[in-house]
């Protein structure tokens, strides 16, 4: 029995031995292979096959640099009418709606009492002045019998006196005269500028009082738009504002086109609730396309970045090391270059770092490493990397 267990504990022992030899001999042969197999195997130090990317050539543009905006369109003028006397409306010369000009009749109101006013204050200014025309004949002859002896000087002191006083009263009854005909103008009410008539609710017969609301007048050209901008704006909309006139765009969203203003007014303070500050430009409107009231886009130039290098938003990366991007470097080997971005538009940016030469990677980057082989789409594997063509409007 002992010689069995014996013969049993040997033989393990010599399947042990040969086990160890066998994997031994198993992992010297992997690491030959890993030795002289270097740059073969897949797994090995470079042997990855090239990630496939889209690459683009930057552009070289002037790139405007904008701030956006919703705005309301604000008449530059609008006037409430109303009658400056108590009367009844005669006639009603306009209609609802109507553009009218400047100095055309819009009212008439009675004027028949102002009338009479008036013949009475100029018949009694007639009156004052053949008084005075009597008295100063009477005071000439005076002074020719005082000259001749037969009138005293007292006398003739007191005539004079009288034509004095008489010209006084002809000079205030030719202002009350004056008065008289200002108040009869006011029955008849014309336009204080060219605009549009807004809605009429009175009609001939009503009695009407100065706080009684005729109609409204409104310019529409040209008009203005005001809207609200960032206080971080500030700065650049006041530099812009002193090195010229600084062009707006307006868009109703209904109309393909955009309609081009001047900034007129920016304000002379910042609003510190909600940190904006307010600007109206103002725009031509021949055409009545903007109107009171109405919400625009606007768009404001504030800076024109010239010769920019601008590139796809997409081929941006920022990561806690900063802002970089991929481009395809020496031996086709992904190259990161640190850029800055100067200001974002749609799906392109202008960007600082780059020469405009390269070739910038935009997509297939989520999978590179600096230093990893990249082959653009399109060209052929095991070919060296071409430039990928740039797309239309693009400068290769």
Known sequence: M??????????VVALAVAGAWYLNKGDGAHAEGGMGGQGKGPGARGGMPPTTVNVVAPQRQDVGVELSANGTVTPVRTVDLHPQTTATIRQVH???????????????????????????????????????????????????????????????DSLRSQVDAARALVQSNAAAARASQVSASYTTIRAPMSGRVGAIDIHPGALVQPTTSLTTITQLDPIDVSFTLPESALGALLAAQRAGKVAVQASTGHEARSLTGELKFVDNAVDPVAGTIRVKAQFANPESSLWPGQYVGTRITVQTIRDAVVIPQNAIITSTQGTFVYVVGEGNEARQVKVARLHGFG????????????????????????GGKVRPAGAAAGTPAAEAPAKKGEKA
């Open 94 to 156: 306009i209609r609802e709606g109507q553009f009218v000009k400047e100095g055309q009749v819009m009212f008439s109101l009675d004027d028949r009492a102002d009338r009479a006013n008036v013949a009475r204050a100029e018949a009694q200014v007639a009156q004052n002045r053949a008084t005075l025309a009597d008295l100063e004949r009477q005071y000439k002859r005076s002074q020719e019998l005082a000259a001749q002896g037969f009138l005293s000087q007292s006398a003739v």
């Open 347 to 370: 799906e392109y940016a202008a960007v600082t770092g780059l020469a405009g030469n390269e070739k910038v990677i935009t997509e297939g980057k989520q999978n590179l490493r600096p």
């Open 2 to 11: 002992k010689k069995k267990n014996a013969g049993f504990i040997v033989g």
